[in-house]
């Protein structure tokens, strides 16, 4: 994610064609964000993939402008460059973790995934603290 501070004026002028900032009047300031979302579409019942290799047009670079007001808040947005016209109307995230004895129709444990997290993060606490 690359994210750039902008001024009103710089905004209108980059992303709108203009010299003052079309839309949010409460906004005092711009923050320009560009993401690149990737993802995976599945139809197994599980989340096993038939194929774990991801495919090269399984994601996109999404370019949108945060309206930031003068405490801090963000109050608004837009949608800008090539992202104006193709953007997600929604994303769906699961809201509980699946149960810890879950394995997959290809044999991927969420219980092996979960220790492997765990010691990648206990191996980076170690290295954070020998550079001490």
């Known amino acids: 994610m690359e994210q750039n501070p902008l001024t009103l004026e710089e905004a209108a002028q980059t992303f709108f064609n203009t010299t003052t900032y079309p839309f949010n009047a409460n906004a005092t300031r711009i923050v320009h964000f560009k993401s690149q979302l ?63 004895d879950l394995v997959t129709s290809i044999g991927l444990s969420y219980a092996d995934v979960t220790m492997l997290l765990e010691k990648s993060a206990a191996c980076s606490d170690l290295k954070k603290s020998s550079n001490n």
């Open 38 to 100: 990737m993802w995976k579409n599945t139809t197994d019942t599980d989340g096993g993939y038939s194929n774990p290799i991801v495919p090269s047009d399984s994601g996109m670079t999404y370019e949108y402008v945060l309206e930031i007001c003068g405490d801090g808040y963000v109050t608004g947005g837009e949608w800008v460059k090539d992202s104006i016209f193709v953007h997600p109307d929604f994303c769906w995230l699961t809201k509980s973790r699946p149960s810890a």
